[in-house]
C-alpha cells in the first residue's frame, strides 16, 4: 500500500513488541484494547481474521467500528463461530465439571463469543451499516499429528482454563484434557480433528 497508512492495534504488549519490528513509514502498531478504540472517521477498512471471537461485546465493537470508518468505509471480519471448536469444548466442561477441579471455575466467564449466524446477522442488522453481508465459512481442521494437535490446545485453547487451575493441579488438568482429546480426535491415519468454524463479515458506512 504504497499511498496508504496501516494501524495495527493488540490488546498485548508482547503481540505488539514482536509486530514493532517491521514497522515502517507507513504501518505501526499500538496497544490498544478493541473496546476501547475511540477513533473517528479515521479508516477506509478495518479488517480482522480469526480474533474477534475473544471479544464478548460485539455490540460495543460495531458501534466503535462503525464511528472509526470513514464514509463509505468498510468493515471486514472474520472469526470463530456457533460450533466451533466442538470437541474441545466439550472434554473441557467434562474436565472442569470433575470433583477435584471444578471448584476453580466458581466464577468463572466462558472467555469467547461464538454466535450463530442468525444472532450475529441481526445484531448487525440492527446498527447503522449498509450493503451486509455475512456468511458462515466451514474450516474443518485435520492436525497432521497428535503433537500438533497438543500445540494448539497449550496455545491458545487451554490457556483461559489452566491459569485458574490452582498450581498443583495444572499439570494433571492438561494431561486429562490432552488424554481426552486425543480419544476423541485422532483419526486412523494419526491425525487428530477439529470443527472449526468462522463467520464472515461484511459491511459499508
Not at 17 to 28: M, P, R
Not at 56 to 70: G, W
Request: aromatic residues 14%; charged residues 25%.
Amino acid at each position: 500500500m504504497p499511498n496508504g497508512y496501516v494501524l495495527g492495534i493488540d490488546s498485548s504488549q508482547g503481540m505488539i513488541n514482536t509486530a514493532k519490528e517491521i514497522e515502517s513509514h507507513n504501518l505501526s502498531f499500538q496497544q490498544l484494547s478493541i473496546n476501547d478504540v475511540d477513533f473517528v472517521d479515521k479508516f477506509d477498512i478495518i479488517f480482522s481474521n480469526a480474533t474477534l471471537h475473544w471479544v464478548l461485546d460485539h455490540k460495543l465493537l460495531l458501534a466503535n467500528s462503525y464511528k472509526a470508518l470513514k464514509q463509505n468505509g468498510i468493515i471486514r471480519f472474520n472469526f470463530a463461530g456457533d460450533g466451533n471448536c466442538s470437541t474441545f469444548f466439550t472434554v473441557i466442561k467434562e474436565v472442569m465439571s470433575l470433583k477435584e477441579f471444578k471448584d476453580n471455575f466458581n466464577e468463572f466467564q466462558w472467555p469467547w463469543y461464538m454466535p450463530p449466524i442468525n444472532e450475529y446477522t441481526k445484531l448487525v442488522d440492527s446498527c447503522d451499516f449498509n450493503n451486509i453481508k455475512i456468511w458462515e465459512e466451514n474450516a474443518d481442521r485435520f492436525f497432521s499429528t497428535k503433537d500438533d494437535m497438543i500445540k494448539w490446545i497449550d496455545q491458545p485453547s487451554i490457556v483461559p482454563f489452566l491459569k485458574l487451575v490452582a498450581e498443583g493441579q495444572k499439570d494433571k488438568f492438561r494431561n486429562i484434557v490432552i488424554n481426552e482429546m486425543t480419544k476423541r480426535a485422532e483419526q486412523t491415519d494419526g491425525r487428530c480433528f477439529e470443527t472449526f468454524r468462522r463467520i464472515n463479515v461484511y459491511a459499508k458506512k
